[in-house]
């Protein structure tokens, strides 16, 4: 009972730190105070806090800022915060003198000091917080240097309790980090020890280690009765993650059963009973001969990699769990009765990685979404609230398309990267259109559903669609962000463009206040006002609407009143309304009669700012004009005073022939790495430089002892037309496509071979399904072959025998095609 409950207690502790790194509406940030008087007197009693004390932001602090910001969210997680305190330029004392200034960070538990860290040992994120928890958790975290202080420890912790022994190459390095985050979760369950003894680690292990990687080692000290009794030590296979570090004490904390190797048939929430039925068929044949175990990947927040469906814990002391990647039943039989088998299979595997790292030398596969990789293998510990999204399958899509209005339905694989970061998006927008009424949000995972995903045209992950009865899918074509992809939900709820019949309707649609579904939504509202006489340009109108459906928020009023409505606003039919800000200024543009794309080319750049801030989502739209970029950095909002003049400048040309812009740093930290790649350090800001992408790509500085005026930058502009400015630098002339086209997965998974199925026994349908005003779906690719009765029978005998919960059903096709990247 006592190991079941610590275990038990682990595994809270493990989801209460994972539930309490999602990113919440809010989030830490630095904190600031104007002088170290303000700083001290708020302490509290028991709150830690980092702080820094600076008179001034010189250029050379400007990384060691950069690096402590972004660690306040983080280290927020473990209840410290990090405080940015000013110097007056009078205050010399201990804090704020030149010796300390900028060159040391203290850390506080209420008023009391706990350590000082020079700040050349701050110098990424990962430094910050293992040092700041090596700090907190001194006495939780044993530091040993020589054999004979490990072997006191584990003589004290012998019948009592399991240590964790870490050993890292230095201190502040993210395994540093991954093992000091682990302890803050499970330190009061084993005890942990570090070092960085490279003598010590060869001491401990019959091998010749790598003293260059870190290490970790699962002491079993708590099944030592007897003083004579060693400690067995457990390795941990895998890199120094946090991820990695909870797998190993979970899978430690399992039990040997008398002596045999342990299975473990790794499992997920959509396909748990199917595996549990594989498992329970695993167990009877291997009844007396090992231990066998279902372990959910859901339940126990397991990442170990996709391809794996099995693990396996042999007692041989020293031993590492090894996970593999198995075809069926009877191989997991023959891995526990033939030891060879492991080692065959091992070998296999580590011939793939090898062609693998060859093939890696010879192309970029894995180079496209490496960046998407490791922004979800670094968030996977964070638990996604998946409630308010319903799982569909072959068995209830159809019929869950009829419940509501319409039906949203994200197309994702669960083992590919873009499309897990999509779902992260994707619960956000459950939350926040919980309780929207006749919208379902849904999920197939094609990874599961693989046939139902062929049968839907669903050729590339992820994907987006919206479902109405009796009229075709919608497809979502937009950027994968919680604002975008919830705009486009709310816009497709009314018909594009929505025809009002009242003169009251049209003011009420121009002010934001009708259509009610579309009450809190913010942007631009686009009018199309017709005479009776201009009904070539409405049927023109109507086709643009239906393209840019989901997209736009598009009204059209063709009343007899229609002139007088238009003329309101100084434009007679045919005549473009744009109501900004909530109809605070309505703009008239008259509509010439234009070919249905011209009308939705004029649309969408109608639509765009006069005078915009640039960001990730919204860029692509201003690099499609094809045009210079005037474009301001700040390091915040910009003032008024800069505001105003760049208006003047972006107003003061028709048909400007270059885009005026601004880009906030703090909202979009990635023009950091923008302005590093035109200067060797960070200049002065605010900046204003001119960039043409898309002609020889040379980027001017506006000269930074000028003010910003409209003046000025005019003058500016007419120097750098003639030649007289010499370039501060120029753009590369690489290509900026992606580096491979998009993969069809699906046309790889083979939907005809009756081992798809994802139940044991279940008998595919001869003919496909009825689709409901979906996109068609070819009649042979949703055909599957109908099994042989043996097959059948021999399915019957042996339920779940395909291994078809977890278990990745490309495995056997990963040596005909060059793999993709994977998590």
């Given at each position: 009972?006592?190991?079941?409950?610590?275990?038990?207690?682990?595994?809270?502790?493990?989801?209460?730190?994972?539930?309490?790194?999602?990113?919440?509406?809010?989030?830490?940030?630095?904190?600031?105070?104007?002088?170290?008087?303000?700083y001290?007197?708020?302490?509290?009693?028991?709150?830690?806090?980092?702080?820094?004390?600076?008179?001034s932001?010189?250029?050379?602090?400007?990384?060691?800022?950069?690096?402590?910001?972004?660690?306040?969210?983080?280290?927020?997680?473990?209840?410290?915060?990090?405080?940015?305190?000013?110097?007056?330029?009078?205050?010399?004392?201990?804090?704020?003198?030149?010796?300390?200034?900028?060159r040391?960070?203290?850390?506080?538990?209420?008023?009391?000091l706990?350590?000082?860290?020079?700040?050349?040992?701050?110098?990424?994120?990962?430094?910050?917080?293992?040092?700041?928890?090596?700090?907190?958790?001194?006495?939780?975290?044993?530091?040993?240097?020589?054999?004979?202080?490990?072997?006191?420890?584990?003589?004290?912790?012998?019948?009592?309790?399991?240590?964790?022994?870490?050993?890292?190459?230095?201190?502040?390095?993210?395994?540093?980090?991954?093992?000091?985050?682990?302890?803050?979760?499970?330190?009061?369950?084993?005890?942990?020890?570090?070092?960085?003894?490279?003598?010590?680690?060869?001491?401990?292990?019959?091998d010749d280690?790598?003293?260059?990687?870190?290490?970790?080692?699962?002491?079993?000290?708590?099944?030592?009765?007897?003083?004579?009794?060693?400690?067995?030590?457990?390795?941990?296979?895998?890199?120094?993650?946090?991820?990695?570090?909870?797998?190993?004490?979970?899978?430690?904390?399992?039990?040997?059963?008398?002596?045999?190797?342990?299975?473990?048939?790794?499992?997920?929430?959509?396909t748990?009973?199917?595996?549990?039925?594989?498992?329970?068929?695993?167990?009877?044949?291997?009844?007396?001969?090992?231990?066998?175990?279902?372990?959910?990947?859901?339940?126990?927040?397991?990442?170990?990699?996709?391809?794996?469906?099995?693990?396996l814990?042999?007692?041989?002391?020293?031993?590492?769990?090894?996970?593999?990647?198995?075809?069926?039943?009877?191989?997991?039989?023959?891995?526990?009765?033939?030891?060879?088998?492991?080692?065959?299979?091992?070998?296999?595997?580590?011939?793939?990685?090898?062609?693998?790292?060859?093939?890696?030398?010879?192309?970029?596969?894995?180079?496209?979404?490496?960046?998407?990789?490791?922004?979800?293998?670094?968030?996977?510990?964070?638990?996604?609230?998946?409630?308010?999204?319903?799982?569909?399958?072959?068995?209830?899509?159809?019929?869950?398309?009829?419940?509501?209005?319409?039906?949203?339905?994200?197309?994702?694989?669960?083992?590919?990267?873009?499309?897990?970061?999509?779902?992260?998006?994707?619960?956000?927008?459950?939350?926040?259109?919980?309780?929207?009424?006749?919208?379902?949000?849904?999920?197939?995972?094609?990874?599961?559903?693989p046939g139902?995903?062929?049968?839907?045209?669903?050729?590339?992950?992820?994907?987006?669609?919206?479902?109405?009865?009796?009229?075709?899918?919608?497809?979502?074509?937009?950027?994968?962000?919680?604002?975008?992809?919830?705009?486009?939900?709310?816009?497709?709820?009314?018909?594009?463009?929505?025809?009002?019949?009242?003169?009251?309707?049209?003011?009420?649609?121009?002010?934001?206040?009708?259509?009610?579904?579309?009450?809190?939504?913010?942007?631009?509202?686009?009018?199309?006002?017709?005479?009776?006489?201009?009904?070539?340009?409405?049927?023109?109108?109507?086709?643009?609407?239906?393209?840019?459906?989901?997209?736009?928020?598009?009204?059209?009023?063709?009343?007899?009143?229609?002139?007088?409505?238009?003329?309101?606003?100084?434009?007679?039919?045919?005549?473009?309304?744009?109501?900004?800000?909530?109809?605070?200024?309505?703009?008239?543009?008259?509509?010439?009669?234009?070919?249905?794309?011209?009308?939705?080319?004029?649309?969408?750049?109608?639509?765009?700012?006069?005078?915009?801030?640039?960001?990730?989502?919204?860029?692509?739209?201003?690099?499609?004009?094809g045009?210079?970029?005037?474009?301001?950095?700040?390091?915040?909002?910009?003032?008024?005073?800069?505001?105003?003049?760049?208006l003047k400048?972006?107003?003061?040309r028709?048909?400007?022939?270059?885009?005026?812009?601004?880009?906030?740093?703090?909202?979009?930290?990635?023009?950091?790495?923008?302005?590093?790649?035109?200067?060797?350090?960070?200049?002065?800001?605010?900046?204003?430089?001119?960039?043409?992408?898309?002609?020889?790509?040379?980027?001017?500085?506006?000269?930074s002892?000028?003010?910003?005026?409209?003046?000025?930058?005019?003058?500016?502009?007419?120097?750098?037309?003639?030649?007289?400015?010499?370039?501060?630098?120029?753009?590369?002339?690489?290509?900026?496509?992606?580096?491979?086209?998009?993969?069809?997965?699906?046309?790889?998974?083979?939907p005809?071979?009756?081992?798809?199925?994802?139940?044991?026994?279940?008998?595919?349908?001869?003919?496909?399904?009825?689709?409901?005003?979906?996109?068609?779906?070819?009649?042979?690719?949703?055909?599957?072959?109908?099994?042989?009765?043996?097959?059948?029978?021999?399915?019957?005998?042996?339920?779940?025998?395909?291994?078809?919960?977890?278990?990745?059903?490309?495995?056997?096709?990963?040596?005909?095609?060059?793999r993709?990247?994977?998590?």
């Amino acid at each position: 009972m006592p190991a079941q409950k610590d275990r038990w207690v682990s595994s809270l502790l493990f989801l209460l730190f994972c539930a309490s790194s999602i990113p919440q509406c809010g989030s830490a940030s630095l904190q600031q105070e104007p002088s170290p008087q303000h700083y001290f007197s708020g302490l509290e009693a028991g709150k830690t806090s980092l702080a820094f004390f600076t008179p001034s932001v010189s250029p050379g602090a400007q990384p060691f800022l950069e690096h402590i910001e972004s660690s306040a969210e983080a280290l927020q997680d473990y209840g410290v915060s990090v405080v940015k305190v000013n110097c007056p330029k009078e205050d010399v004392s201990r804090y704020c003198g030149k010796e300390n200034a900028l060159r040391k960070a203290f850390l506080f538990r209420g008023n009391r000091l706990i350590r000082e860290f020079p700040t050349d040992a701050l110098f990424d994120v990962n430094s910050i917080v293992a040092n700041v928890l090596f700090a907190l958790l001194f006495n939780e975290v044993k530091y040993v240097e020589t054999l004979a202080d490990l072997e006191n420890i584990e003589n004290v912790l012998k019948g009592k309790s399991n240590m964790v022994f870490a050993y890292v190459p230095a201190t502040g390095t993210a395994e540093h980090r991954a093992v000091m985050e682990a302890a803050f979760v499970y330190g009061t369950i084993h005890q942990f020890v570090l070092t960085t003894e490279a003598a010590l680690l060869k001491a401990t292990s019959h091998d010749d280690p790598d003293v260059s990687s870190a290490w970790l080692l699962f002491c079993h000290c708590q099944r030592a009765t007897e003083p004579a009794q060693p400690c067995r030590r457990t390795a941990l296979a895998q890199p120094l993650t946090l991820l990695n570090i909870h797998r190993h004490l979970k899978l430690m904390g399992a039990p040997l059963v008398l002596g045999l190797p342990l299975v473990f048939i790794l499992s997920q929430k959509e396909t748990y009973e199917a595996d549990r039925r594989t498992a329970e068929f695993v167990a009877w044949q291997l009844l007396g001969k090992a231990g066998v175990a279902l372990l959910s990947r859901d339940l126990v927040e397991l990442n170990v990699l996709h391809r794996s469906n099995v693990a396996l814990k042999t007692p041989d002391e020293g031993m590492p769990i090894q996970y593999l990647v198995l075809e069926d039943t009877d191989e997991v039989i023959t891995l526990v009765e033939d030891k060879n088998k492991v080692k065959q299979i091992q070998e296999d595997e580590q011939e793939e990685e090898e062609e693998y790292e060859d093939e890696k030398e010879d192309n970029n596969q894995d180079i496209q979404d490496d960046q998407v990789v490791e922004a979800v293998s670094r968030d996977k510990k964070r638990e996604l609230p998946l409630e308010q999204i319903l799982v569909l399958t072959e068995e209830n899509f159809h019929s869950s398309l009829s419940e509501a209005a319409r039906t949203v339905v994200l197309f994702y694989a669960s083992w590919e990267a873009v499309s897990l970061a999509v779902l992260r998006s994707y619960s956000e927008v459950a939350a926040l259109l919980k309780g929207t009424p006749g919208v379902l949000l849904s999920r197939v995972n094609c990874w599961d559903w693989p046939g139902l995903c062929s049968q839907e045209n669903v050729t590339q992950f992820p994907s987006i669609r919206i479902y109405k009865e009796g009229q075709q899918s919608v497809t979502y074509g937009g950027m994968w962000g919680t604002e975008e992809l919830s705009s486009f939900i709310l816009l497709s709820q009314v018909p594009c463009p929505l025809k009002l019949a009242t003169m009251d309707e049209a003011e009420g649609y121009l002010r934001g206040e009708f259509p009610a579904e579309l009450s809190s939504h913010h942007h631009t509202s686009l009018l199309g006002v017709f005479s009776s006489a201009t009904s070539k340009a409405r049927e023109a109108f109507e086709e643009a609407g239906n393209i840019l459906s989901g997209h736009v928020r598009m009204g059209m009023y063709f009343e007899d009143d229609a002139l007088a409505l238009s003329q309101k606003y100084s434009v007679s039919p045919p005549a473009l309304l744009l109501a900004r800000r909530g109809g605070r200024s309505v703009e008239g543009i008259a509509l010439p009669e234009h070919s249905v794309q011209d009308m939705v080319q004029m649309i969408r750049y109608e639509l765009l700012d006069i005078f915009p801030e640039i960001t990730v989502p919204n860029l692509p739209q201003y690099l499609q004009l094809g045009k210079p970029f005037l474009i301001l950095f700040s390091a915040g909002d910009i003032s008024q005073v800069e505001s105003k003049e760049m208006l003047k400048l972006a107003k003061g040309r028709p048909q400007q022939t270059f885009v005026v812009c601004w880009l906030n740093l703090k909202k979009t930290p990635v023009g950091y790495g923008i302005l590093r790649t035109h200067f060797s350090t960070i200049p002065p800001l605010p900046v204003l430089l001119w960039v043409n992408l898309h002609a020889g790509g040379q980027v001017f500085k506006f000269p930074s002892e000028q003010p910003i005026t409209e003046m000025n930058i005019l003058s500016w502009l007419e120097k750098l037309q003639a030649g007289l400015e010499v370039p501060s630098s120029t753009l590369s002339e690489e290509d900026w496509k992606p580096p491979l086209p998009a993969y069809n997965f699906l046309q790889m998974m083979e939907p005809s071979v009756p081992e798809l199925s994802p139940h044991a026994g279940d008998t595919p349908a001869q003919h496909p399904p009825k689709n409901p005003g979906g996109d068609t779906a070819g009649g042979d690719t949703a055909t599957r072959e109908e099994p042989s009765q043996e097959s059948r029978a021999e399915e019957v005998g042996s339920p779940g025998r395909g291994l078809r919960g977890t278990a990745p059903r490309l495995a056997a096709r990963d040596k005909q095609g060059k793999r993709h990247s994977e998590l």
